[in-house]
């Protein structure tokens, strides 16, 4: 049930608790095909030093019955901006929600961080799982 789009005076939920990813109906179950989906300036909280983290998502996936509706994958990612994690963590959560909301047949979801300290991180999910 989609209840976002079309309001323009909800507010950001607080964290991931508090936010729900929608979805609508594939119109073409028959076919395989990507969507993908980037997210340039994703912000999380370190959850040792407060301080914010910032990364590169992009997500791509081959949906089955359902699609995740962007405006609700837009203010559930938003909700990480207030929720204290690791990038790890931050990356699994976001994959693990969006295959319980839409089980899509193919996922891929990469969380370039920016560096920090000299070290970038990068995460990659891939599900079902692949080798690579």
Partial sequence: MITLLGKSDVPFPQSPDDASLE???????????WIELDCPEFSSLCPVTKQPDFAHLSLKYVPDKFCVETKSLKFYLASFRNAPSFNEDVANRIADDIIKTCAPRKLRLTAQFAPRGGISLKVRIDHPGQAG
């Fill in 23 to 33: 979805v609508f109906e594939n119109r073409h179950p028959g076919r395989d095909y």
